[in-house]
């Protein structure tokens, strides 16, 4: 199976999955793939809007069949900003 074949968690869907408003969180680029033959993983980054430390993170979703199961959420990075 293609990966372009099926439909990808939207951001409504991740903002649900999060328990957050649309306005207290923005997404940054596109999300991206990776896929074994078991299964198929999509990643999306975002930061808080409030968030003072300007923290990156990532949502982790894994499909297996045809259903995706939000996982996880993980920091990336600290972007050091006014320097």
């Known amino acids: 199976m293609a990966l372009l074949s099926f439909i990808i968690p ?3 869907d991740i903002l ?8 207290s969180i923005k997404f940054i680029g596109l999300g991206s793939f990776s896929q074994t033959i078991d299964e198929i993983k999509f990643s999306r980054t975002f930061k808080y809007r409030f ?5 990156l993170n990532q949502v982790i979703y894994f499909r297996k069949g045809l259903i995706w199961t939000f996982k996880k959420v993980i920091p990336l990075q600290k972007v050091v900003i006014g320097k």
């Open 10 to 12: 939207t951001e409504k």
């Open 16 to 23: 649900k999955d999060l328990n957050e408003e649309s306005h």
């Open 51 to 55: 968030d003072k430390e300007n923290t």
